[in-house]
């Protein structure tokens, strides 16, 4: 079936899943890594963050992170700024690899290091452009990034929590609860409409390669490209009561759903825009709020529901995830066997949390070189 012909389905099966909805309402994506293989070397939010953490931005002082400049071999880019990009103009660069992410206050220092790892390994890092969500402290997000990367290209946009808070069911984890975990789904909707392509990455992670390598994945007409693990048990992802209703499994019927981390992802925001996914997977969120729970953990099943079966499977070397352990204990983990370009904290523990508590996990060394968090005291495992 061609991807064309999918999508329509998908679309009129949108309209199929919103009058569902309303019944239930009723009353009644290269080169070698710059790691090729890390466990030869090392061998063998997360835990949750505490309150005063969260919400004072002045307790936070971060390193001015290097200066980064690009290679000889880069294109120029069409346009040159720094610092907080007010003009759509400023962000709307076809040369540009555009990076999306959320910032909060609570995820700060990671999103730090994750900025600084991909800029670190980039052959044009002046050619990435960065849009973050946020949906408070915008001014104070944006000029601690300003104080941090003062060559960094970057906008902060605004994410209203209105449009989720309502749609939101409980979770396994209270973090996975947050209305920002689902900014994601709206980046076709905040970002300008000549970005046409954007790569997501979640606040946990730190790059090794070159990013421009996952920027050149060819989507092949999906609407969007990640690791696949069709290893994983899908079923699991899904409650007893999804599966015994026909109407609602039906959703995978002539597909070989698999399972997708949506930490590490490159979308397609042209089809995003044409189909209205954002509106399919809000669908998904009302029959979970609406009827019998139909799945456990947070923002991730709506997008299988959407999207599972129609992703491009991208090298599994771009999201080397659940470094963070399992979502209840955060147990220490180490990195899969095979190449490495991007290393991924999902799961409860989360890197800084641990070092900082002096109980850290060893794959925690290789996210600690990337942190500009001034005036420490990093306890490391032997």
């Known amino acids: 079936m061609s991807a064309h012909c999918e999508a329509v389905l998908r679309s009129r099966l949108g309209t199929i899943v919103a009058a569902f909805v309303t019944l239930l309402a009723a009353p009644c994506f290269g080169r070698p890594s710059l790691i090729t293989d890390l466990q030869s070397a090392i061998g063998v939010v997360h835990s949750e963050p505490t309150t005063a953490a969260v919400g004072d931005l002045s307790s936070f002082h971060f390193k001015e992170a290097p200066s980064f400049r690009n290679g000889k071999e880069c294109i120029a880019s069409e346009s040159h700024f720094t610092g907080f990009a007010e003009q759509e103009s400023q962000v709307c ?63 902060v946009y605004h994410f209203d929590e209105n449009l989720v808070k309502d749609k939101i069911s409980a979770s396994i984890r209270t973090a996975l609860e947050q209305p920002l975990n689902y900014a994601r789904t709206y980046l076709a909707d905040l970002l300008p409409i000549c970005v046409k392509r954007v790569i997501y990455l979640d606040s946990d992670v730190v790059v090794v390669d070159d990013i421009s390598y996952l920027w050149a994945t060819q989507l092949n007409g999906h609407p969007l490209g990640a690791p696949v693990y069709c290893d994983a048990d899908f079923v699991r992802y899904f409650t007893n009561a999804f599966w ?11 597909h070989n759903p698999c399972y997708f981390n949506t930490g590490v992802m490159v979308m397609d925001l042209e089809m995003w825009r044409f189909w209205g996914y954002t509106k399919a997977i809000e669908d998904w969120m009302e029959v979970q709020k609406s009827g019998a729970r139909i799945y456990e ?11 599972a079966g129609d992703v491009q499977p991208i090298e599994h070397r771009w999201n080397q995830h659940g470094l963070g352990g399992d979502n209840l204990h955060g147990i220490c983990r180490t990195l899969h066997r095979g ?35 001034d005036s420490r005291n990093v306890i490391l495992d032997s």
């Open 93 to 155: 660069d076809m040369l540009a690899v555009h990076l999306a992410m959320t910032l909060d206050v609570a995820y700060i220092r990671g999103s730090v290091a994750a900025i600084l790892s991909i800029l670190q390994h980039a052959t044009c890092p002046e050619n990435v452009v960065f849009h973050f969500l946020a949906s408070n402290k915008e001014a104070a997000l944006a000029q601690a990034l300003k104080r941090i990367f003062p060559y960094l290209r970057f906008r």
């Open 244 to 254: 015994k209703d026909a109407a609602l499994s039906a959703i995978f019927e002539g």
């Open 297 to 307: 953990l947070g923002s991730l099943p709506p997008f299988l529901l959407v999207f």
């Open 339 to 373: 190449p490495v370009s991007l290393m991924h904290w999902s799961g409860k523990g989360k890197p800084w949390v641990r070092l900082d508590n002096g109980t850290p996990c060893t794959i925690d060394s290789l996210w600690a070189p990337y942190d500009l968090l």
